[in-house]
């Protein structure tokens, strides 16, 4: 074996006896994927996995349902996450005395989700399968990079393991002391998003969004996407639901904490109307991300949708014996098939209206639209449209039943006829929340109508 090769080191990590505190975890730690001691392209670090377990054993120390351990799994990695920037003995996880630190920072980049049904991030640190709590203890796997040692093994490996055991040290100190009052709300606010999500459908409802939400986010190099972005700092409006939607009253499950806010009915169509640049698109992916389960400071931990949430958009794509006949009754040139099984290059509304069937057809509890990324010409007609395509506005006016038992929440701010159709209408101004009555909507449109006419005329 090349004596420069970095298994000694992994056989070092192993052989760390641990103390009182925390242990090698080794029932998870798989060569290569949990843990491994590899050097950098550069030769300039060495780059390591460790996992261990932490002996404190929280389903006994908090005695609630063991679904809302990952909440505090979450919050003791935060916490590790904010001083490993002044603790020297926690360096490794940034990087810290290598010649490019920056590349090891995202294990160090804060994380406000602590559950989710996606593959979110998976880059960073968070509670997740390899980062969890059980009878045994707390089991997180350490990543991180310290500088290439000068010399080669056997030598090299007496401060390697002295880093990597002042580490382990550091990491259990701070998992091992936060006191159970700081930790149990993180359980129970975990506990109360999955619970909450369970009970919806018996209350009738597919989404939850609780006065004081937060949807607003900011992007960071590594929290690219909306689900994992961070809450938008400066300017954040709190919803709250206005009084014309029937706010509803909930209590939740595990704090039984009484909350209001706005409840997104099963079946029903939902609009969120209003100018440009007033939130609608930001309401739509906080009832998206309701899915996950975020932590405390999110802003997102009172909006809890159920799972399976489908969404539908102008993209374009090859499709392959697609079902299109809730729109088109014929297909366009160019396209092969039937209307109920289409191959070929669908333009954006072809497949939009492919993923919109689809949904339906997969009963799909709620359906997601949002004007600026759909297709005009299948949410409402023009006068050059053809009567081989049945827009969606007409469809939810004279056949609501195609959309089963799919409720649909759509944006839009041109789509009036569209707007029109909707059970509820709530208007964004400003990102607060007013609403408008159906009839008195109905009676605006026809109003600007009438008068469009008259000008064209």
């Known amino acids: 074996m090349?004596?420069?090769?970095?298994?000694?080191?992994?056989?070092?990590?192993?052989?760390?006896?641990?103390?009182?505190?925390?242990?090698?975890?080794?029932?998870?730690?798989?060569?290569?994927?949990?843990?491994?001691?590899?050097?950098?392209?550069?030769?300039?670090?060495?780059?390591?996995?460790?996992?261990?377990?932490?002996?404190?054993?929280?389903?006994?120390?908090?005695?609630?349902d063991p679904r809302g351990a990952n909440g505090t799994v979450a919050f003791i990695i935060e916490r590790i996450k904010q001083r490993a920037a002044a603790d020297p003995a926690l360096g490794p996880l940034c990087g810290r005395g290598t010649r490019f630190p920056q590349r090891y920072v995202s294990t160090i980049e804060p994380y406000t989700l602590?559950?989710?049904?996606?593959?979110?991030?998976?880059?960073?640190?968070?509670?997740?399968?390899?980062?969890?709590?059980?009878?045994?203890?707390?089991?997180?796997?350490?990543?991180?990079?310290?500088?290439?040692?000068?010399?080669?093994?056997?030598?090299?490996?007496?401060?390697?393991?002295?880093?990597?055991?002042?580490?382990?040290?550091?990491v259990a100190g701070i998992a091992c002391t936060l006191p159970t009052r700081v930790l149990e709300p993180a359980w129970t606010a975990s506990l109360d998003q999955q619970l909450l999500r369970e009970s919806l459908p018996s209350l009738g409802l597919v989404a939850f969004i609780g006065d004081g939400a937060r949807p607003a986010r900011q992007c960071t190099q590594y929290r690219s996407y909306f689900r994992t972005a961070g809450p938008k700092s400066g300017v954040n409006i709190p919803f709250a639901c206005p009084k014309e939607l029937g706010p509803v009253e909930i209590e939740l499950p595990a704090s039984h904490t009484v909350v209001t806010g706005l409840g997104i009915k099963q079946r029903e169509v939902f609009a969120v109307a209003g100018s440009n640049a007033q939130g609608k698109t930001t309401f739509l992916e906080g009832i998206v991300a309701?899915?996950?389960?975020?932590?405390?400071?999110?802003?997102?931990?009172?909006?809890?949708?159920?799972?399976?949430?489908?969404?539908?958009?102008?993209?374009?794509?090859?499709?392959?014996g697609a079902d299109v006949s809730m729109f088109f009754s014929a297909l366009p040139p160019g396209m092969e098939g039937t209307v109920r099984a289409a191959y070929g290059a669908g333009s954006g509304s072809m497949t939009m209206a492919a993923e919109i069937q689809d949904a339906v057809a997969r009963d799909a509890p709620l359906l997601i639209i949002d004007e600026d990324r759909a297709a005009a010409n299948l949410l409402a007609r023009s006068c050059l449209q053809g009567n081989e395509v049945t827009p969606l506005a007409e469809i939810l006016a004279s056949n609501r039943g195609k959309l089963q038992t799919t409720a649909l929440v759509f944006a839009a701010c041109a789509m009036d006829t569209l707007i029109a159709q909707a059970d509820r209408i709530m208007v964004l101004e400003r990102?607060?929340?007013?609403?408008?009555?159906?009839?008195?909507?109905?009676?605006?449109?026809?109003?600007?109508?009438?008068?469009?006419?008259?000008?064209?005329?």
């Open 290 to 320: 309701g899915q996950d389960d975020h932590a405390a400071g999110d802003g997102r931990e009172l909006m809890v949708t159920v799972r399976g949430v489908r969404g539908a958009e102008a993209t374009g794509c090859e499709l392959a």
């Open 431 to 457: 990102h607060a929340a007013t609403a408008i009555d159906r009839d008195a909507f109905r009676r605006r449109v026809v109003a600007s109508l009438e008068k469009t006419a008259a000008d064209l005329a």
């Open 114 to 170: 602590t559950a989710s049904p996606a593959a979110l991030a998976t880059d960073l640190w968070h509670a997740d399968t390899r980062n969890f709590a059980d009878e045994a203890g707390i089991h997180l796997v350490l990543c991180g990079a310290v500088p290439y040692p000068d010399e080669l093994p056997p030598r090299a490996i007496g401060p390697f393991c002295e880093q990597a055991a002042a580490l382990c040290d550091a």
């Open 2 to 64: 090349d004596k420069s090769s970095p298994d000694p080191f992994i056989a070092a990590l192993l052989s760390l006896s641990g103390n009182n505190r925390w242990t090698i975890d080794t029932v998870r730690a798989v060569p290569g994927v949990t843990l491994y001691a590899v050097r950098s392209f550069d030769s300039d670090a060495l780059r390591f996995s460790l996992p261990i377990v932490i002996r404190r054993p929280l389903p006994r120390e908090i005695p609630l």
